[in-house]
């Protein structure tokens, strides 16, 4: 036991010997002027690549959008056109049944050249 701390002296870890490690480095950056131009070869292709996928994706998400927009155009179809058909035929509209014609109490406005009085 050690006097001042009280605790007993530490345990000597016995591990197993183990074989010294081999590594292999294996560096990225060209050194000659071959692999050089080879990295700039790849590097622009790489670039085209990234360019080519990302005018992909923007096309995919264009049409996506387009579907989505004609898809709410074609599904509120019916209330567009009811809304159209009642703001055109007055307020009375929305009394009528549906399919019912319009009742005509007003004046009939004739817009042929003939029918106007000009002198």
Excluded: C, H
């Excluded at 006097?3 to 480095?25: D, H, M, N």
């Amino acid at each position: 036991m050690d006097p001042q701390s009280g605790l007993p002296p530490p345990q000597p870890s016995e591990r197993p010997s183990r074989a010294p490690i081999r590594t292999v480095e294996i560096s990225l950056q060209p050194k000659t002027w071959l692999g050089k131009v080879i990295a700039g070869i790849v590097g622009v292709a790489v670039a085209l690549v990234a360019f080519f996928v990302s005018v992909i994706a923007l096309a995919v998400v264009a049409m996506i959008v387009v579907v989505a927009i004609a898809y709410f155009i074609w599904a509120t179809r019916r209330v567009r056109r009811k809304m159209r058909r009642e703001s055109i035929d007055g307020a009375g509209a929305a009394d009528r049944k549906p399919g019912a014609a319009p009742q005509s109490g007003g004046q009939t406005i004739d817009a042929t050249p003939e029918s106007r009085n000009i002198e």
